[in-house]
């Protein structure tokens, strides 16, 4: 098994080009498609020229959201760099002194923070993975970082059954846009049902065991990491004059800590619910934490100009996504993927087959939200249409878009930029991951 693994591994490092290569490859893909299977929608204008304006009009959609990421990987890095997370992480290192015990807790740690919320789980997952990296480099200890990368990526496999899973949360809302054909669906009937919980809790015992057992078998080697705790700027120079004394001001740094501590703490309790838990909320806690944690502005502007290289890729990448999203959207060709699936379905098979379809559409939009948007009406009247559970067809929809972002390197950028990887570093073993998983989603849908 671990020769085949291997061989695998060698030939994707020969043939994976770039995510952004990947990104632009895709969009080539998503246009012959749409020329080859959607028609013209305003009959005198060339197809093609049509579909670049489609393409245009989603190029820009996700701006809000492309910032939301950027914040969230750029103030997660800059705690990543403060002393007291140091300390914290390299507590939970020490555990992790051999390969196959690094691969299971790294594993284990980020499904669980992935479960609660998947930004949390991503920034974790990365920092967690490169200090346990630096742990290895710095005993001069030979050991297999790809593995580990793609361990600390892992819990893009359980957020979308987690606690802030779009589709789930979005039809347990009121007014939501279906909430005319399927009314509000309470979250004990998707996220908190026996058959999420039962995949969810094995995904939780099965990945880990196997990536500690892939970290017995693979190959290891010595590499030299520098540390992410970057030296910062001079905490505290002996003469600041007028204004930068400010900067420089621990009093100050920490009242402005406190004035976002006491807002976060303030929003959550007004919500009475886990529904503050958004993209806004974890990069305004972030931010809060990274004032509190360092020593004072200076330092934390420091550690933030240190960390946005590491955003770079999410710039550039994220409007060529939204393009495509745009394309698939506008077009019609989301539907075209949808409907070829419902139409060879069964009562029985409709919720596999929903999970082949969303895992499809993942490749194309690696968005859920987005997905539930365009896929959500259709597989909702195929449910209907057949006597099939919506919350059921739901949660397959779900597991479909978790489970192929092991192949889909979009989300892993943020983990690529701490770590330093490539994505074809890691592919291998989140494609060990993937068939894993699948398993379990599909055993999961035909067992409830």
């Not at 005198?44 to 489609?54: D, I, S, V």
């Not at 284990?108 to 998947?118: A, H, I, R």
């Not at 192949?407 to 990887?421: K, N, R």
């Amino acid at each position: 098994m671990m020769r085949l693994i291997t061989r695998f591994t060698d030939f994707l490092r020969r043939i994976l080009p770039s995510p952004f290569t990947i990104a632009v490859l895709l969009t080539y893909l998503t246009f012959a498609l749409a020329l080859w299977l959607t028609p013209v929608k305003h009959p005198g204008e060339p197809h093609l020229f049509e579909l670049a304006g489609f393409w245009a009009k989603g190029f820009w959609e996700l701006l809000g959201f492309s910032m939301q990421m950027m914040l969230m990987l750029v103030l997660g890095y800059v705690l990543a760099l403060t002393k007291p997370v140091n300390r914290l992480i390299q507590i939970m290192t020490n555990y992790a002194d051999t390969m196959p015990k690094a691969a299971f807790l790294v594993t284990f740690l980020t499904l669980v923070f992935s479960f609660l919320n998947w930004g949390l789980g991503l920034i974790f997952g990365a920092v967690f993975a490169r200090k346990v990296g630096e742990d290895f480099s710095k005993r001069k200890q030979a050991f297999n970082y790809p593995l580990i990368g793609a361990a600390g990526y892992a819990g893009l496999m359980v957020w979308h059954g987690g606690l802030s899973g779009s589709a789930p949360l979005k039809i347990a809302e009121k007014g939501h846009f279906l909430v005319d054909k399927i009314g509000v669906i309470p979250l004990n009937e998707t996220i908190f049902s026996h058959m999420n919980l039962v995949v969810s809790l094995t995904l939780l015992i099965v990945l880990p065991l196997v990536m500690m057992w892939a970290a017995k078998k693979g190959e290891k080697q010595k590499i030299v990491l520098k540390e992410l705790s970057e030296k910062a700027v001079d905490e505290h120079p002996e003469n600041p004059t007028g204004a930068d004394k400010l900067d420089y001001s621990r009093g100050f740094a920490l009242f402005l800590g406190v004035v976002f501590l006491f807002t976060s703490v303030y929003l959550a309790v007004k919500a009475g619910n886990l529904g503050f838990i958004n993209l806004n909320y974890i990069n305004f806690s972030l931010f809060t934490l990274g004032i509190l944690l360092t020593p004072n502005v200076a330092v934390f502007q420091d550690f933030v100009s240190k960390s946005i290289r590491a955003a770079s890729g999410i710039l550039i990448q994220f409007p060529l996504y939204a393009g495509i999203m745009g394309l698939m959207k506008y077009s019609g060709l989301f539907l075209v993927f949808t409907d070829a699936f419902v139409h060879i379905s069964s009562p029985v098979l409709l919720p596999v087959n929903t999970l082949f379809s969303a895992g499809l559409v993942n490749f194309f939009v690696p968005s859920g939200g987005g997905q539930w948007a365009v896929q959500g009406p259709v597989i909702v009247e195929a449910a209907k249409h057949l006597g099939v559970s919506i919350p059921k067809v739901v949660m397959a929809l779900a597991y479909g878009d978790e489970w192929t972002n092991m192949l889909q390197p979009f989300w892993a950028l943020p983990l690529l930029g701490i770590t330093g990887l490539k994505a074809r570093d890691i592919v291998p073993y989140t494609f060990l991951l993937f068939l894993c998983g699948g398993v379990i989603f599909i055993a999961g849908l035909l067992l409830f």
